[in-house]
């Protein structure tokens, strides 16, 4: 028979997979509360319209990559493909658009149906840094401030480059996408198919195209900076003079535009060449218009997204959490004695473990094949609250009242 595999594109996260990704996220917590952040936890599925109203109807997700359901009541849902629609969704629904700015935090899985390969699943996991309500440049320097040092606190800023962009304001975007407009028609027939339909969309999401051919062409398309209005070059000014005072290197890429359309001013992704083509790790930029298109007010944003499983792939291996001490019986009669004293430790904050059967030899044998440094042995000296602390390192043992055992095991702080 041919063992069960899981759905294409998604997997397991067993032992230091799984250990990996609960070091990421609780790294990105700790620094993403540093900066003010709250932990927000939205559905993983949400009405079709919060997605495919809102991410653009050119962008890659919403054209092929939803994955979207009729429940059984006939609603049509879709499982998120990214977090900040729902984020936005939920400050609408909470109320919560008299009280700004929100700074939040979120970690969970996404899903899109993609050619899975490395570093593309179809569930992959994202953490994501929002802040909804400021307007000022200052916001999204802090935002990418907070991605660096959470970068830098997984030990893999070291060939990771930031990449900075603007789209400018609606202004200059429109000014801009004529430009592009004129440049692409001239050289329509060399565009792929994707890129002919965008040029009458979203020219904007030409520059974003993966097809060779397209980003031949991109190489030598117009930039925005001749298009920005004095307030959008301004913006992008202040967002690099805030960015150098908090010490976070970036280069500037005019080539950064971001698949959805919701994009305004601020775009920004942090690259690494160690992946291969899957070589963004965390990305994001400025969406004014987002809250508002939702059936919310007209509150502005700026926020990223990360891959966990592209960091996962960057990071060393989380340290393994420490060996439990193993407690075993001498014979039968002792097992209630050591039962009770595993309980005591593990009250205590000491890892623990018993194995479920075994006699003295096969359970010392267990133990010492497990890793574990400490055993204790627990026998007759139990009836006077004492019990044989054994090192499995170097085999010897001695015989130690249990109060006295468990304040040299307590894990220091
Ligand atoms: P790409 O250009 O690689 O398709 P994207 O623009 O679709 O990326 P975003 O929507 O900005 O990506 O998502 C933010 C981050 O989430 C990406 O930088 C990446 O780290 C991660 N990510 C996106 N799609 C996937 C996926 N299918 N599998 C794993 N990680 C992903
Ligand atoms: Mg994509």
Redesign the pocket.
């Known amino acids: 028979m041919t063992k069960p595999q899981p759905p294409r594109g998604t997997q397991d996260l067993i032992g230091t997979e799984a250990r990996r990704h609960a070091h990421i996220i609780s790294t990105a917590q700790r620094i993403a509360a540093l900066y003010g952040a709250a932990e927000w936890s939205t559905p993983i599925f949400e009405a079709t319209s919060v997605f495919s109203r809102n991410l653009g109807e050119t962008s890659?997700?919403v054209t092929k990559e939803m994955y979207s359901f009729a429940d059984r009541g006939g609603d049509s849902l879709t499982l998120r493909p990214?977090g900040t629609a729902g984020i936005c969704r939920a400050l609408v629904t909470n109320g919560l658009t008299q009280s700004l700015p929100q700074k939040i935090f979120y970690a969970g899985p996404m899903f899109?149906y993609?050619r899975p390969q490395k570093?593309?699943?179809?569930q992959?996991h994202?953490i994501g840094f929002e802040i909804l309500g400021a307007e000022t440049a200052l916001a999204d320097a802090e935002a990418i401030a907070c991605a660096a040092a959470i970068l830098r606190a997984l030990g893999i800023d070291d060939g990771v480059t930031l990449n900075i962009n603007t789209l400018g304001d609606p202004q200059s975007r429109d000014a801009y996408r004529d430009a592009l407009i004129a440049y692409f028609t001239t050289h329509e027939q060399k565009l792929s198919a994707d890129s002919k339909l965008r040029l009458e969309k979203n020219p904007l999401r030409i520059l974003d195209s993966?097809d060779p051919g397209d980003i031949a062409l991109v190489a030598n398309a117009p930039t925005i900076a001749p298009y920005l209005t004095d307030d959008a070059a301004a913006f992008y000014a202040a967002l690099k003079s805030h960015l150098t005072a908090m010490g976070v290197a970036f280069v500037e890429n005019p080539g950064i535009v971001?698949?959805?359309d919701y994009y305004n001013h601020t775009a920004f992704?942090f690259v690494t060449n160690r992946l291969g083509a899957?070589g963004?790790?965390?990305?994001?930029g400025r969406y004014d218009g987002l809250v508002e298109q939702m059936g919310g007010p007209a509150i502005s944003g700026i926020g990223w997204?990360?891959?966990i499983?592209?960091l996962a792939m960057l990071i060393a291996e989380p340290p393994a959490p420490p060996a439990p001490i193993i407690v075993i019986p001498i014979d039968a009669t002792y097992e209630p004695a050591a039962i009770s004293l595993l309980t005591q430790l593990r009250r205590q904050g000491i890892a623990a473990e018993m194995n479920y059967r075994g006699n003295l030899k096969r359970r010392l044998e267990r133990a010492n094949k497990t890793g574990a440094n400490w055993a204790i042995l627990v026998g007759p000296e139990s009836s006077t609250d004492q019990a044989a602390l054994k090192n499995l390192t170097d085999g010897t043992q001695q015989t130690l009242p249990i109060a006295t055992l468990l304040q040299q095991l307590a894990p220091r702080p």
């Open positions: 890659d997700i990214e899109r993609e570093g593309r699943y179809r992959f994202q993966k971001r698949g959805l992704e899957q963004t790790v965390l990305a994001g997204g990360a891959g499983e592209r």
